[in-house]
């Protein structure tokens, strides 16, 4: 089978090939399994005026706080009965798998979500996949993030004299947002560390798993009304800084360098900056707060 125009750069067909043409990436992903939907599956198509579902802020912060907390309780445990900690090489593998373990299970969670409400858009056409001529690079970048932040993390703030259980949770709200909004987190740890926050070890894993839940949820498409979780996203909707899924859908659909709705987490910058655009499916008369719908934790 012929693999296409090279230049048709969103064509994504791959995984209909022959098997014998994969390459490495080719199968890594399909090992992965985090695809964003099942080829053998339906998805359903909604005209735009259609009611979209309401997922509460709630759901969304339980989801990544359960999962989040769950390595470091393990780690607590470890570190009460043995009356050791983790060396910093076994903290940095432990928490990358743990990284790798939160993300498998989101992306498989967001795909379900996805057969079951659809797709923005999805009336016009069908939700872009790893494009052909984009495996390797999509699967480098991938694995890029994937190893880079645990071991930043583990190299800026791992001590080793320090168990879970000094988590700082009076901090951590403000920590969250803040490392949402400034967006790079090395610039987030220098800054909170200035200001004379906790900011250590396990905050940070915290951070991380949040800012990596929005990145995740943010380019899924999904049909929601869904804001990325925070503590503050009450306080923004105030003033209409939130951010939904929409908003940064719409920003890929008219490309990225000239374009609107840059924010991955809120819309403050876009507010300040007036770089927002208008919603089309979520809009507040579309949404359907009666029936909302729900982050499963398992």
Known sequence: MAIGNPMDNMKSTWRTWDRDQWKLPHKIFEHSNVYHIELNRDVPIHPKEDKIPYVSDWSLNRWVLVNSGVPLLVHQLFTYF??????????????????????????????????????????????????????????TSVLLAGFVRPLMTV???????????????????LEIKFFDIAGIPLMTWFTMRFLGMPMGFYEWHVCQMYVIFAELAGHSGLRLHASPPNPLTWLMRMFDAELVIEDHDLHHRRGWKKSH??????????????????????????????NPVGMPIL
């Open 155 to 173: 190299w800026l703030t791992y001590d080793a004299g320090k168990a879970p259980v000094s988590l700082s949770w009076a901090w951590l709200p």
């Open 261 to 290: 709705n840059y924010g991955k987490q809120t819309r403050v910058w876009d507010r300040l900056f007036r770089t927002c655009s208008p919603r089309i499916e979520s809009v507040d008369a579309n949404i359907d707060y009666d």
């Open 82 to 139: 043995t009356g050791y900690n983790f060396h910093p090489i076994i903290a940095f593998f432990y928490y990358y798998y743990a990284s790798r373990l939160f993300t498998t299970r989101e992306l498989r969670i967001l795909r379900e979500l996805g057969h079951t409400h659809g797709f923005l858009d999805g009336d016009k056409h069908e939700r872009d996949g790893v494009p052909d001529v984009g495996v390797s690079k999509a699967l």
